[in-house]
């Protein structure tokens, strides 16, 4: 099980992955958006989205869960 | 008539904001910031003479929020508007406004705004004036077939731009139609959301590049005037960190070629006040081609202040107001080398953001050290707004002076709380590349070739 979490405050600007759906390494999760830059939120293994924690719009915190993979 | 108006709100926030304030308090003016809820304790609303609460945090609901702007122009009796860069700054509607609020624009007319700020009009027009241009689509591109059979024409690699864009927002390269269509979708997106408008122009892409602007100055007579040069080539994601004047690379001939053509382009749209002619330069080769121009005060003009002592805020107020510039336009001399690094709240390694609050803020100074800052020790940096924190500044009167002046001088700033990219700068200087003046846009890329998405 891998948990992704936050490196910044940033607003989730897009959810690209769903919840249930099986990602590769590599494939994009979420775009944060943060002092006008877009950052991307990778899948680091390749696995099934177990849980999507944000949604479009959230403020998340340094450290917040974004989603789990197993 | 005066030389400068009695007041002046600016428009904008941070280190610019600030920086205005300085020169305006110089000369007299009275200075009204404008500021969110989030930026109340900055240095800029405390140092100003008035300062009114225009919305909350986002800059859509405070600094691009014309209205509130407006209403606080007419509550503390401004006379002038100053937008700064970014926000406001090349919106004719709000030149416009302004200018029929009764209020003196502290920027070129609307017109010359509306000219420049679609890069495919902008392309030419420059084109007709005389200026070189890299080949490219002569209309907005709106589909991705389309983008195909101009790449097609082109020739691969091309480069993918909003046509309305700024600050390198949708921008990328494409090697190949399968990499084109998907930079096509994701630069129409981002220019929907960031722009308002899908336009996209498809450009030759000019693999050994330097990026080098040229400093124009349109005065109250209806001259134009060049003020040399700036170097712009150490960028990430297309976002400058390091500026220089005079370019390492660029010859005598060239230099006098550039100058040229940016004159005639600032004259080619009647342009007053100061404005900035941004090219490429070949590096094989020595040619140039116009990429656009910026019609308002550049993050980077503090170089060219440097080599010629010339206050570029001073002369946008003079010019304004209808005055002469302060210095004669026959007699500019440019001294020695001047240097400027971007200091950004965000990891040196990676360049993630990295908002948050300032504990310590210790300043370097010294001969030829100066510091444009927008934050001190306390402040918060918010996620809000971009990640300039301070502009170091320095000058000598060779390169390689200023470089070991700019050596010391990141040695000496202490910034504690958010992580920022000062150890990028003190590698950056040490770094063959960069030390020996023979580097391109890629050179970052070169020191930093993970540095792309942000891996969980």
Known sequence: MAEIRAEMVANVWKVVAAEGTAVQDGDTLVILESMKMEIPVL??????????????????????????IE | ???????????????????????????GIRVIAVHSDADAGLPFVTEADEAIEIGPASPALS???????????????????????????ENPAFARQVLDAGLTWIGPSPEAIEAMGDKISARNLMREAGLPVAEGSE????????????????????MIKAAAGGGGIGMSIAGDEAALRAGFETARSRAERFFGSHAILIERFIARARHVEVQ????????????????????????????????????????????????????????????????????????????????????????????TGIDLVEQQLRIADG????????????????????VYAED??????????????????????????????????????????????????????????????IADFVISGPKTNLPFHAELLASHAFASGIYDTAVVGGMRPAAGGHRG
């Open chain 1, 43 to 68: 899948a680091e293994s390749a696995g099934t989205i177990t849980k999507l924690a944000v949604g479009e719009g959230d403020v998340i915190q340094e450290g917040d869960l974004i989603a789990v």
């Open chain 2, 63 to 89: 600094y691009l929020n014309g209205d509130a702007i407006l209403a606080a122009a007419a509550t503390t009796g401004a006379q002038a508007i100053h937008p700064g860069y970014g926000f406001l700054a």
């Open chain 2, 323 to 342: 005055a002469d510039a302060s210095f004669d336009p026959d007699r500019v001399r440019s001294v020695g080398h001047a240097l400027e690094l971007r």
């Open chain 2, 1 to 27: 008539m005066p030389a400068v108006p009695e007041s002046v709100l600016v428009a904008n926030r941070g280190e610019i904001a600030r920086r205005i304030g300085r020169t305006a308090r110089r000369l």
């Open chain 2, 216 to 307: 124009i100055v349109g005065l109250a007579d209806g001259r134009v005037i060049a003020l040399g040069e700036r170097d712009c080539s150490v960028q990430r994601r297309h976002q400058k960190l390091a500026e220089e004047t005079p370019s390492p690379g660029v010859s005598a001939p060239l230099r006098e070629r550039m100058l040229g053509a940016a004159v005639r382009a600032g004259e080619a749209v009647g342009y007053r006040g100061a404005g900035t002619v941004e090219c490429l330069v070949d590096a094989e080769t020595e040619d140039f081609v116009f990429l656009e121009m910026n019609t308002r005060l550049q993050v980077e003009h503090p170089v060219t202040e440097m080599v």
């Open chain 2, 348 to 409: 040196p390694v990676r360049f993630l953001p990295s908002p948050g609050v300032i504990g310590q803020w210790h300043e370097p100074a010294g001969t030829g050290v100066r510091v444009d800052a927008g934050y001190t020790a306390g402040n918060t940096v918010s996620p809000h707004y971009d990640p300039l924190l301070a502009k170091l500044v320095v000058h000598g009167m060779t390169r390689q002076e200023a470089l070991e002046r700019a050596s010391k001088a």
């Open chain 2, 139 to 158: 209309q907005a591109v709106l589909d991705a077939d389309t983008a195909v059979r101009h790449a097609e024409r082109i020739g691969y690699p091309v």
